[in-house]
């Protein structure tokens, strides 16, 4: 797996799927003297088999959704989330922290529980010195269990047995700092069918948490981890997860875009080729990176009831990806970081890179790309769908080393996307992921630059949403040269900015990257966005 960032515009660089709900308008929220839109969605806990089927024939509830006024999940810190049972349960093995509790594990049958005791428990001084559950079995920690890993064992819980359950532990200091890269410690395998609740998983080296196949990652402190919180990753794929209820804070804290320039592989969490997931009511903050990264292949997301604040990059990339929906979320002072260097190209809070709805993935939200009823209040910049012109499957610009597109993959792969092929169909439609039928609407978009600083300028990036792509110029071979791609993502690919509303001095880019218009070009021929959404001065009610 190569992770990258392919969020910079030019040329070639290194290298989710809830249950179904029918969007439905309740009522309307009043938000800092502005209107927000009351939605439903269907809420049910339990990561589902097929996480995309609800309605009649799914077993959740309707409930309405807004965007959060306050963080959702304030979780690290907060005893009454995080303990556990102060005695033993009927039946569990009691672990004392003079035991170790993998010798435990390997004496005892598949589906034991076990209890953990106040204080901090090790596993050994060797690098790979670890826990490697039986299937079924439970780790539960009593009020103050600490899951040390002393800067030298390099992973927590490992192994590939399904229905394991980590909860109400504190599991830090696993791995020496700038390792484990693109590794996890809990559930270091990806295994299936694992609940990691209400844990505080920090301070370790990698990510936190890797999150498999119908995994449940609900309730946990997820921070200052070296790389990412989780990361939703694994060789066979990864579908129908729930991360709810988290809080997600402070991870990247070793900088991997420093050390491996251009990876793309920081964040608070990372999705790749994951299809089927529920993202809510999360708590997603000051991660030295993006907010959530889903990157390459993924499908089937849902991203609702969220508060993303003061990520130093984007708050959610979308990228190269299909078929989501995100709506009733709080984006406050995201890109903050980023955006004053990053070239004039706008750090938006959402960032939708040749990604959209395509009816031949299989995945829920295959027919429109929703982004909803959405509070945006002092980001660098709103919302931003962007389409690269040199990168698509075959092309040495395309960064997702290996990986074709999803919507013909028995015929159109990176090897029949070449030179010879390109210019003919089905590959010149194909070979490359679009930014298509993507509905931006009924968000509310506030920017007073006094609150982010002097730095905030049109002419650095800030106060801008955009829909535009790059001029094309590379592969020599590449049939997508000139303004093809602008013209297609500004025209022709069903992107459409409407019933939106904004306060403060909004500006657009459209077209071509270097393309920056104001609020009445922008609502004007030939571009026509936004001529039902509202603009309103400072003071203004």
């Known amino acids: 797996m190569e992770q990258r960032d392919s969020s910079r515009p030019t040329g070639p660089g290194p ?38 089927r609800t309605g009649p024939t799914g077993t ?75 299937e079924g079995n439970v780790y539960l920690g009593a009020p103050g269990a600490i899951l040390d890993g002393q800067k030298n064992n390099r992973y927590a819980f490992t192994g590939y047995v399904a229905n394991v359950t980590v909860k109400n532990l504190t599991i830090q200091n696993f791995g020496v700092p700038k390792t484990n890269s693109d590794e996890g410690v809990v559930n270091h395998n990806a295994a299936t069918g694992w609940k990691i609740e209400g844990n505080t998983i920090r301070e370790n080296a990698g990510a936190g948490v890797m999150v498999g196949s119908r995994n449940l990652i609900r309730g946990n402190c997820l921070q200052d981890n070296g790389q990412y919180g989780f990361n939703a990753y694994s060789p066979n794929k990864v579908t129908s997860i729930v ?17 491996k320039p251009g990876c793309g592989c920081t964040g608070g969490g990372k999705f790749w080729e994951t299809t089927g997931a529920m993202f809510r009511n999360n708590w997603v903050h000051n991660n030295n990176s993006a907010g959530i990264w889903a990157d390459t292949n993924n499908a089937g997301f849902a991203i609702e009831g969220n508060y993303f604040s003061e990520n130093t990059s984007e708050a959610i990339v979308y990228e190269t990806s299909y078929n989501a929906v995100i709506r009733a979320n709080t984006f406050a002072r995201n890109g903050l970081g980023k955006g004053p260097g990053n070239g004039g190209f706008p750090t938006s809070a959402v960032y939708i890179s040749e990604s959209g709805s395509d009816k031949r993935v299989a995945s829920d939200f295959n027919e429109t790309f929703e982004i909803t009823g959405n509070l945006f209040t002092d980001n660098w910049a709103g ?31 990176v090897k029949t996307c070449n030179a010879t092929t390109i210019s003919k169909q089905p590959y010149l439609g ?13 968000n509310v978009f506030s920017l007073d630059p006094d609150k982010i600083g002097k730095s905030c300028a049109s002419r650095s990036g800030c106060g801008y949403n955009g829909l535009f792509s790059n001029w094309g110029t590379f592969p020599a071979w590449s049939p997508y040269k000139e303004k093809t791609i602008q013209d297609a993502i500004t025209f022709d690919q069903s992107n459409r900015f409407y019933s939106n509303t904004y306060g403060g001095p909004w500006n657009f880019v459209v077209h071509g990257q270097g393309t920056r218009v104001n609020w009445s070009a922008w609502q004007g021929a030939p571009y026509d966005q936004d001529r039902d959404s509202v603009i309103k001065v400072q003071g203004q009610r």
């Open 15 to 52: 290298a989710w799927y809830r249950r179904r709900g029918v969007l439905i308008t309740a009522g309307l929220v009043l938000v800092a003297g502005l209107l927000v839109g009351t939605y439903t969605y269907v809420a049910d806990g339990e990561p589902p088999a097929d996480a995309a």
């Open 60 to 134: 959740g509830s309707a409930k309405p959704v807004t965007a959060p006024t306050a963080p959702p999940a304030k979780i690290c810190g907060n005893r009454a989330a995080l303990s556990g049972p102060s005695t033993a349960p009927a039946g569990a093995v009691t672990v004392a922290t003079t035991q170790n509790l993998n010798d435990i594990t390997e004496s005892s049958p598949a589906g034991t529980t076990f209890w953990l005791v106040a204080g901090t428990h090790k596993l050994g001084v060797g690098p790979f010195a670890q826990v490697i559950p039986k």
């Open 243 to 259: 991360i709810e209820n988290n809080e997600i804070a402070g991870n990247n804290q070793d900088d991997w875009e420093t050390l």
């Open 383 to 413: 919302v931003i769908l962007w389409e690269n012109a040199d990168r698509f499957a075959g092309s040495p610009a395309n960064t997702s080393t290996g990986s074709g597109t999803l919507v013909n993959p028995k015929t159109v792969t």
């Open 430 to 442: 194909d070979c490359r992921w679009k930014t298509q039928n993507v509905r931006v609407h009924d």
